[in-house]
């Protein structure tokens, strides 16, 4: 199968998946109790304003009707408009994604860095200090609660020490021309240092926060698989050949256990973008979590029902990407 065939099976098979999810939260978000209307205007508006905003955003007519409606938008590329701004939801998706977008990337970076480095020195000494100290890390991290995680850094680094901000992206007095929306590239690309580190103050806190937290993952596979690729017979060789143990570490057994992990750390990358809305609560980080979590208080459904689509064809994008690295990568893998 060649690879534009590939992609176009994948697409295939997740349109289904896509519409499906479309359905469930269409329908749950207008089975469970609430009225969007009345989040709006408010409990004592004037039944005859209710109605006439009822009327103005379709909820008067039958709900299949509805249903049917929204599909033919979604296939048109509308997500249709926020009944709370007023405003088309794409473009508000655009406008919050860069800011999730960049907290992900730098969460990601800080997670791999402990999970390979850690992971692969654990497997090295397997069963001493440095391997139980790294479960029992594992095991510890992953069972924080990501909120509990940041409220205790925001308070030891924020209030207590003073040494970071615990909320934003960018102080007030500072100003930066945004081009890409992603700030630590923006203050980059303008040569504004000032900017650069007040930008990466402010993402220190919720960064390492929710790069502990998958780090725990990362480690966890990296040493399962290093244990094992140690004891293979190419890593016997390569001992008996002299070798320098770092060598043999990181350019044997890493190298060859990082392949079968690579398609979850993948996919952890696509669940920590789309996951990311407890830590951006806890930081006040303006990106598409704390949207949604503003959307669903004021039973928003256009701009929960395209974040949760948006998230969704994320997904499936990170996926294809995945498999196609995969195969370049592996010359055992082929589509």
Known sequence: MSLKSYIITRIILALPMILILLVMIFFILRIIPGDPVLAILGGKAPLEVIEAKRHELGLDKPIVVQFFDYLKDVAKGDLGISTLTNRPVWSEI????????ELTIFSFIFALIIGIFWGAEAAWRKDKTLDISARVYSIFIYAVPVFWLGLMLQLLFGIYLRWLPVGGRLSPRVSLDIKTGLLLLDSILNWNWEAFWDVLKHLLLPG??????I??????????????????????????????????????????????????MGMQFALLLAGAVLTETTFSWPGIGSYLVLKIKYRDFPAIQGTIIFFAIFVVIISIIIDIVNALVDPRVRY
């Open 94 to 101: 655009k406008d919050r994604f860069p800011a999730t977008l």
């Open 208 to 213: 390492i926060t929710l790069g502990l937290v």
């Open 215 to 264: 780090s725990s993952i990362f480690l966890r596979m990296v040493r399962n698989n290093t244990v094992l690729m140690l004891s293979k017979d190419f890593v016997k060789a390569a001992k008996a050949r002299g070798l320098k143990p770092k060598v043999i570490l990181y350019g044997h057994a890493v190298r060859n256990a990082f392949v079968p992990i690579f398609t979850i």
